[in-house]
């Protein structure tokens, strides 16, 4: 595994390195010159790893990035996938035949399944919003992620319809949530939750597994395939305690949800032992500092 990281690390540095020659002294223009190696996932038998390059689109000024692979010997480095897109998250299958990943290559971020002895492709959703934390049941059968799903916040006052027609200014907005701006973007939040689904790995319609007006986080499978367990705030008033999240099971079946912590911090970061009788995850006993781990 070293020796594949260390190609891998050479090969993107002599990217930028080459491109560099012209000049000792780093300019704003050379920031679409970088290019940089993330996500790697080690194939199931341990020879190969997939990986998401990502750089830069000088033309459009947007972030992009592809699927490589390369043996762990530092081998056959090549793409899996090409173009001006985001491809994104590659998940291999538990047998290492397959190759799940988020691709906006038709506009909207979607879920495409790769066979990797033939190289051919079928997109298996067709989703409303980008899905994340994608993860393969053990069996291989079924794909879990999260993704948000729109709502509706009440407003203070019902305004009257535009005639037909008519152009009205833009309405009121009315907000009541505490957090409705983030980092990155200038927008309002919208309205709603990210929650849980499960999709076939053969494609069709993704099922809804939790509901509610909460978040779900991270996502694990149980190694039996019968539940799912995820990190969430489920508080009626969790938007006044942000940073005290429990991990849950939720069985598949039934959608039967079991609190597994109970403490006032933050718990993330899930993963089963291989046996499932146990459960690590990560966080902290929170004591209320602007800044603590």
Do not use: C
Request: proline share 7%; aromatic share 10%; no cysteine.
């Amino acid at each position: 595994m070293k020796s594949a990281l260390t190609t891998l690390t050479l090969l993107l540095a002599f990217t930028y390195t080459y491109a560099q020659q012209s000049s000792n002294t780093l300019q704003p223009i050379d920031v679409f010159d970088l290019e940089y190696a993330a996500d790697p996932q080690v194939s199931p038998n341990g020879t190969a790893v997939v990986y998401v390059r990502n750089f830069k689109d000088i033309m459009t000024d947007k972030n992009r990035s592809n699927l490589w692979t390369i043996d762990v010997t530092g081998n056959n480095h090549r793409p899996l996938t090409t173009g001006m897109e985001n491809d994104r998250s590659p998940r291999w299958s538990p047998d290492g035949k397959k190759l799940l990943y988020v691709s906006s290559k038709e506009e909207s971020s979607q879920l495409y399944l790769r066979w990797m002895d033939t190289g051919v492709e079928a997109r298996l959703s067709n989703l409303p919003n980008s899905p994340s934390g994608i993860q393969w049941s053990p069996d291989g059968k079924w794909i879990a992620f999260t993704m948000f799903v729109e709502g509706e916040s009440p407003s203070l006052v019902k305004l009257p319809a535009k005639p037909k027609g008519a152009k009205w200014n833009a309405p009121p907005k009315y907000i009541e949530k505490m957090k409705f701006k983030a980092d990155g973007s200038s927008n309002i939040l919208p309205d709603g939750n990210r929650h849980i689904f499960i999709l076939s790995a053969e494609g069709g319609t993704p099922r809804q597994i939790t509901k509610g007006k909460n978040n779900y986080g991270n996502i694990a499978w149980s190694p039996d395939g019968k539940s799912i367990v995820a990190s969430a705030n489920l508080q009626r008033l969790w938007q006044y305690a942000p940073s005290d999240s429990e991990v849950h099971e939720i069985e598949i079946a039934t959608g039967d949800l079991k609190t597994l912590t109970s403490r006032i911090g933050p718990d993330n970061a899930i993963g089963y032992s291989p046996n499932g009788k146990k459960i690590a995850y990560t966080g902290y006993d929170d004591k209320y500092l602007g800044l603590q781990r």
